[in-house]
């Protein structure tokens, strides 16, 4: 699939009206149900096909965010043959106590995986408890960027952020 086909299979499949609280508390109107593109198996493998590129050329292993990066993140792996982490919204308070699942963290080179990114700000938690326990995060790569805040944002923690769309970009391949 090529990347305006995609946008439009992105678009056409997760794109609903209505009105949305989003996590940063702006309310929408237009909303994208990540899950129904990840749950895609044909559009998630195209996705990762094109995140693959994006990638930096130094790096350790990926880090996908609860809940929505997971998936890309587990798909990216066998794409790439990258290790993968889990990263949780709060570490666990029993256990383990691990903020991220599958290995560890501590002076590791990590890509923050994430599905759609409005404000930033579900990353930049993520990210300063990942510093804060060691690993060594600049790049962030996500499917959508909203085109809020999010850019800026992350920018200011110092992170690399490499959207493989926008939304403008989703809304040009549906009105072509």
């Known amino acids: 699939m090529n990347k305006f086909s995609l946008a439009k299979a992105i678009y056409d499949i997760s794109n609903i009206k209505g009105e949305f609280v989003l996590r940063s508390g702006v309310v929408a109107t237009e909303y994208f149900d990540k899950y129904l593109f990840e749950a895609n198996p044909i559009i998630l493998r195209s996705i990762v096909e094109k995140l ?63 599905d759609v990114v409005t404000s930033g700000g579900a990353i930049i938690d993520a990210v300063n408890e990942l510093r804060n326990r060691g690993a060594i995060v600049e790049t962030v790569l996500c ?12 920018e200011a923690i110092n992170l690399s952020f490499k959207p493989l769309f926008t939304q403008s970009e989703l809304k040009c391949a549906v009105e072509l």
């Open 52 to 114: 693959k590129i994006l990638l930096p050329t130094n790096y350790d292993q990926l880090a996908g965010l609860e809940m929505g990066g997971i998936p890309i993140a587990t798909a990216l792996s066998l794409e790439t043959g990258s290790h993968t982490l889990f990263v949780r919204k709060k570490a666990k308070q029993y256990g383990t106590c691990k903020l991220a699942e599958g290995g560890d963290i501590n002076g590791q080179r990590l890509v923050i995986i994430e």
């Open 143 to 154: 499917v959508i960027d909203r085109e809020g805040t999010g850019r800026k944002n992350l």
